[in-house]
């Protein structure tokens, strides 16, 4: 295919808003399974696109070839995260932009180029009947919003085919800073929470009744305030770091000599500044660097508080209730419906009698480790190391993929996680980008991992 096909092809990916997690934006979710279906069935794969219940399509695309007697799982999602805020990118989010090297827009690195990648490197293999495996695509629209029917839709008889595969590939990551490319061997798991507490049916006037009367948002800064230590990090929530399973020594080393330092943390999440002080943390080295904390220990994040009046100017109100988004990463050890149990004991033993609570858990998905001593790691390393001329890294990530677990549970087959985009991607952020030469190259190193 011609670059400026490929860079079509990929706009066209783009403009599609396949923002999972927003309701209105549910016509543009069957719009990008569409799109993929379309490609695929173009490419002469065998496509079915399946629904359930209100989820985006499940879209399954088998390639066979005559005589070739193994079978490469491909997964990719083609939801994206919301785009605001919108003010701050420079080029519109769902417009593919070439700039100073990079490709921008939204769902760019995460997830869309990588599809386009895999789609273009099969493309490429079947036009020069070079390729010599069955191929299984796996596209799914809910990965940004939590995969709620995942598990569901792997329980059905139509997902039958999913079983074929010999390894998974989930190139959903991306490679290290200066470019080399990674294989990610662990991933967090995650609980995600709503919380509304609610103490009146009504706003009242806070002179007259501050004080008398409890007051929702205090209590829900309260209780997050009482959750987690801000300037130690530590979650306070009793037994949340019971039963962790730390990395062996070997592994904990290697991951010591590819913890970001400060600077490019610095950099790289436009912080202002760091923590200058951090744990101790139950069961964890005390000595552990900050970068690592995020990758081997559970943790807790507010992603967003609301309530109360909130526009220009002054009112002078204690509003009946407040909200909140947040969500706890877990690690090897830990199940998600424990976590979620400390939480919901805790928030129920913090707030006062007959204050009405509604704490719903969104989603929830496991950890994911797995061993990197299989002979299809070492193949596609082995492509991976040629491609790009230099030592694949194993690495975790502090993220969550909930694919990779419910796949390697499902199946029993190795699920490797890899990708190529650059740690300044600006992932779920403001200009989302794909370096575009290792978008080129990664292209390259998929066309020699389907046919190694
Ligand atoms: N592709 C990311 C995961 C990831 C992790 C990428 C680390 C690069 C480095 C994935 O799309 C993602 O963002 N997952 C969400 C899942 C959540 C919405 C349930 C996450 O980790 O927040
Ligand atoms: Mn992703
Ligand atoms: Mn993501």
Redesign the pocket.
């Known amino acids: 295919m011609q670059k400026n096909e490929i860079l079509k092809l990929l706009a066209d990916f783009i403009a599609i808003e396949s923002v999972s997690t927003d309701k209105s934006r549910t016509l543009a979710m069957g719009q990008a399974g569409e799109f993929l279906a379309r490609t695929l069935t173009h490419m002469g794969f065998e496509v079915t696109a399946h629904r359930i219940a209100d989820a985006p399509p499940f879209i399954i695309g088998a390639y066979r070839v005559a005589g070739a007697h193994e079978t490469m799982g491909v997964y990719g ?1 083609y939801d994206v995260q919301p785009e605001d805020p919108v003010d701050a990118w420079h080029s519109p989010p769902f417009k593919l932009t070439s700039r100073d090297g990079k490709l921008y827009g939204r769902g760019v690195a ?2 869309k180029g990588h599809i386009i990648q895999n789609i273009v490197a099969l493309q490429q293999l079947i036009a020069t009947k070079k390729l010599n495996k069955n191929i299984v695509c796996f596209f799914e629209g809910e ?2 919003s939590g995969n709620k029917h995942l598990n569901d839709f792997l329980a059905l008889g139509e997902a039958r085919i999913l079983r074929e595969p010999d390894v998974w590939l989930v190139t ?1 990551m991306g490679a290290s800073g200066s470019g080399e490319p990674q294989i990610w061997n662990g991933l967090r798991g995650i609980v995600y929470f709503e919380i509304t507490i609610e103490t009146s049916n009504k706003d009242a006037h806070s002179g007259i009744y501050g004080n008398r009367v409890h007051n929702p948002a205090q209590l829900l800064c309260d209780l997050f305030a009482r959750m987690k230590d801000a300037h130690s990090v530590v979650v306070q929530i009793p037994h949340f770091y019971d039963n962790i399973i730390f990395p062996t020594p070997t592994e904990y080393a290697s991951l010591l000599t590819q913890s970001d330092s400060d600077a490019s943390l610095r950099a790289r999440s436009g912080a202002h500044v760091l923590p200058t002080t951090w744990g101790p943390f139950p069961g964890a080295p005390s000595d552990m660097p900050l970068a690592l904390t995020s990758k081997l220990l559970p943790s807790l994040d507010i992603h967003g508080v609301w309530g109360g009046y909130i526009q220009d100017g002054v009112k002078t109100i204690i509003p009946a209730r407040a909200n909140a988004k947040f969500s706890c990463r877990i690690v090897a050890g830990q199940k998600p419906e424990n976590v979620a149990r400390l939480v919901h004991d805790f928030v129920c033993a913090h707030i006062p009698p007959g204050v009405s609570i509604k704490l719903t858990q969104k989603e929830g998905s496991e950890a994911f480790y797995t061993a990197v001593d299989n002979l299809w790691t070492k193949r596609i390393a082995g492509a991976l190391e040629h491609t790009f001329k230099t030592p694949v890294r194993y690495n975790r990530s502090g993220g969550s ?1 909930p694919v990779a677990q419910a796949l390697q549970q499902k199946f029993s087959k190795p699920v490797i996680l890899t990708g190529f985009t650059l740690p300044d991607d600006n ?1 779920h952020a403001p200009n989302e980008n794909y370096d575009e030469q290792m978008f080129w190259k990664g292209i390259e190193a998929l066309e020699l991992i389907y046919t190694s």
Do not use: M
Request: proline share 0%.
């Open positions: 999602h995460d997830d990965e940004e959903d993929i992932i």
